[in-house]
């Protein structure tokens, strides 16, 4: 049984919006922080945002800052990325992980993996 689960992506036009979220079993939540990432075809994962265990702090790279958001909604063990002015370059796999520490998380620390959501956006 996958200890986080992705949902929420799809195809849409350039400028449109997504709202992805992770849903996580209690003990790959509890504690720790969670981030998002991406692949696409022929590139390495990167690592988009990521927020504290409390939501206290989040992080976020330059291409998405501004545009993406990411919260939490403790009450159903889920972190959300709400993702605006979306470009065809955000096509990609977007994934979800849960580590000890936010500051970890952009080097791939992460002790929790999802599977993974396509995320499609046309011109």
């Known amino acids: 049984q996958a200890e986080l689960v992705e949902s929420g992506g799809g195809s849409v036009q350039a400028g449109e919006s997504l709202k992805l979220s992770c849903t996580a079993s209690p003990r790959a939540y509890g504690g720790y922080a969670v981030g998002w990432f991406r692949q696409s075809a022929g590139k390495e994962r990167e690592f988009l945002a990521g927020?504290?265990?409390?939501?206290?702090?989040?992080r976020y790279v330059d291409s998405v800052r501004g545009r993406f958001t990411i919260f939490r909604d403790d009450a159903k063990n889920t972190v959300l990325l709400q993702m605006e002015d979306l470009r065809p370059e955000d096509t990609a796999v977007y994934s979800c992980?849960?580590?000890?520490?936010?500051?970890?998380?952009?080097?791939?620390?992460?002790?929790?993996w999802g599977q993974g959501t396509q995320v499609t956006i046309s011109s």
């Open positions: 992980a849960s580590g000890p520490t936010l500051s970890g998380l952009p080097e791939s620390r992460a002790l929790f």
């Open positions: 927020i504290s265990w409390g939501g206290g702090r989040t």
